[in-house]
């Protein structure tokens, strides 16, 4: 039985290498900021690995690129509700003094001779 939850994370790139008349698959595997081949095996069992990388591989592609659409949405959203803000903002303060009223030191009062 094939358990997919067992590749780890950090695995970057795979390999079929030929010895002879042999294809035997590899995984390239980083290590700190070392990378190493980490042999898997060869023949059926290695085709099926293979196959199980390159889904797991897709699926982390388009989960990305799915994470990468949500957050470029929600920035947007995000840019809209700051650009509101400043705009209220400014009509609040405006709104303030027109009313008679000052900073000081942080919060509104109104002036004496207003």
């Known amino acids: 039985m094939l358990h997919l939850s067992r590749f780890p994370a950090f695995v970057t790139a795979v390999a079929w290498e030929r010895r002879g008349d ?3 698959y590899y995984r ?5 900021e070392k990378v190493r ?7 059926e069992i290695a085709e099926a690995l293979a196959h199980a990388d390159e889904t797991i591989r897709r ?3 388009e989960r990305l ?5 949500e957050l470029e ?3 947007a959203l995000v840019s809209c509700a700051d650009e509101l803000h400043e ?11 027109a009313a008679g009223y000052h900073r000081h030191k ?3 009062r109104r002036r004496r001779n207003a």
Request: aromatic fraction near 10%.
């Open 22 to 24: 042999n294809l035997y």
């Open 28 to 32: 390239s595997v980083r290590e700190g």
């Open 37 to 43: 081949k980490e042999y898997v095996g060869r023949g």
């Open 59 to 61: 699926s982390r592609a």
């Open 65 to 69: 690129r799915r994470d990468a659409a």
């Open 73 to 75: 949405r929600v920035w």
């Open 87 to 97: 705009t209220a903002e400014v009509l609040a303060r405006a709104e303030m003094v």
């Open 106 to 108: 942080g919060e509104w």
